[in-house]
């Protein structure tokens, strides 16, 4: 099979029957994931050339609506969302391209990719032939495909294929739904080949492809490939076909939840387990090959009959490539597997960066949430406590807050329905904090004057489910959905302050701080020249977070995710392109009033040891 790359300048063709087809010839798809939404841009280029230098010949990306249409009607493809410069980039590269442009992408990511804004509208359901969601896809395609329809390799670009939809085989067996999607991208200009991703049982492959349609139907697994694959290959045969074989999303590794061990996998285990599936398969994708980081608020959740399972903010996933795009054991195991089995394909040695050495960054200004409230967010009240969504907010934390007299020395408190994670205060004072099934308990309160007693409910969306059927869940809907009770009856006039933790610029610092209630820290980051390393070898850093409890990270203006010292990941990783010579400002926003004076970094992730024996 002829195995060479994408040369920019002259034309191709991607096809397939038996086998892919690159210009009249068999070609095998040695592939990997990289989600430019995950990767700094000034880190694609070595996550790419890494990919290559390990054997690999094309690059595999999702699209993710939610960050290309943060507001309805509001689309961004600049910075990293720039989809067109990563494909750019990986075809300068001598790279093939597969873009996975399902509305829908699972992927471990905040509602599976699926944007906040469409859950005020109840009236439609989402993945499904619903006019009303097909023509917000619609909308969406009309901005996200042209960044990609004159790159396809029928246009002279290096894109070869196209996805329609994401394991769709694991939720329903619309073929409508399918079909409109199929239609909505060819209508705007798709003509490479196209290919749905599921399970590589009968099940998921007969509710998810559209094999009848010549749609390509592919399976995702990690293991167990001759048996995964005769499965795919007996369900192409059932319907006449004998197409190629192709992993989608060969599972090198995987993601990790708060509060649970990070998940590890053998580099000899998976070396043995792609050397099967790559000697067997017509095309192969490590998912991930570099997993990068669920910067801000942009982690998944796993979905749980009872109680859903948030995952951390690295998406370091164990991949050949670590969260901040180094080689690991794996990379140089993978790089063997392809040189064997394919002598002639173009291999190298890995691009690599270093980490940053500097004194701690110091805390420099400190403010309490309640007291900086009215510069950062203005009240939106309503009789009754609403939705974060019904707001118009998406991410991040929502304050609701009321007054209340005192008919007792003591009072009997409840949230009613309310996800995911509250925390309840009376008069700056914190009585409880509640999370998933928790929420609704009894909360007891003692009033400390006879009226105007303040009660503040700080909620946390920790991220909504990306897959299953929880995505058409009212817990999906974050903030307080109900109300809030004291005895026996609902409190009314309710302010809600929405926070994103978007705009720190207007914090007022010099407000107030009270112990033990949430709060901003600030803190100056001092760089010398030189810190950031070079070029060649630029340097990264890991914030040490051991010395706080729970909340966001923002550095220089950007999120870079969240922390908890439930762990197992106890640092945030900042890529280089975020930092600079000289002041660095980095604001902690923290929930449980727990801070430290200095924040040091670490020149890796801190991790927590698992005992012997739990893990």
Known sequence: MVNHAYTQGESHSFEFDEHFLLDGEPFKVLGGSIHYFRVHPTDWHRSLANLKAAGLNTVETYAAWNMHEPHEGEFDFSGQLDIARFVDEAAELGLWAIVRVSPFICAEWEFGGLPAWLLPKRNMRIRSKDPKYL??????????????????????GNIIMMQVENEYGSYCTDKDYLRAIRDLMTERGVDVPLVTSDGPWRACLRAGSLIDDGVLATGNFGSHSAENLAALKAFHAEHGRTWPLMNMEFWD?????????????????????????????DGICLYMFHGGTNFGFMNGCSARREHDLHQVTSYDYDAP?????????????????????????????????????????????????????????????????????????????????????????????????????????????????????????????????????????????????????????????KGIRTGVMADLHFLTDWEQWCLPIDNTDHIDWGAGHAAGQPGFYRYDLELAAGALGTEEQPNDAYLDMRGFGKGCVIVNGANVGRFWDLGPIRSLYVPHGLLREGANDIIVFETEGVFADVLPLSSEPVIDEVPEGEE
């Open 321 to 477: 490539l670590n969260e901040q795009g180094n080689p690991t054991a794996k990379w140089y195991a993978l790089r063997d597997v392809v040189r064997d089995l394919f002598p002639d394909a173009e291999t190298g040695e890995p691009l690599t960066k270093g980490s940053i050495s500097a004194a701690p960054a110091k805390l420099t200004a400190k403010v309490g949430l309640f007291d900086t409230l009215e510069s950062i967010a203005e009240p939106i009240r309503s009789q009754f406590p609403r939705p974060m969504e019904d707001l118009g907010q998406a991410y991040g934390y929502t304050l609701y807050r009321t007054y209340d007299e005192a008919d007792a020395d003591e009072i009997k408190y409840r949230i009613i329905d309310a996800r995911d994670r509250a925390q309840f205060f009376m008069n700056g004072e914190l009585k409880a904090t509640q999370y998933q099934e928790e929420i609704g308990a009894d909360i007891m309160a003692s009033p400390s004057k006879p009226v105007g007693n303040r009660i503040d409910v700080l909620v946390e969306n920790m991220g909504r489910v990306n897959y299953g059927a929880k995505l058409l869940a009212d817990t999906q809907h």
């Open 135 to 156: 023509a917000q896809v619609a909308a969406y395609y009309d901005h996200l495909l042209p960044q990609l329809v004159e790159r396809q390799v029928t246009h002279g």
């Open 253 to 281: 590794g995987w993601f990790s939840r708060w509060g649970q061990p990070v998940n590890r996998r053998a580099a000899d285990d998976f070396a043995h387990d792609v050397r099967e599936c790559m000697g067997i398969a």
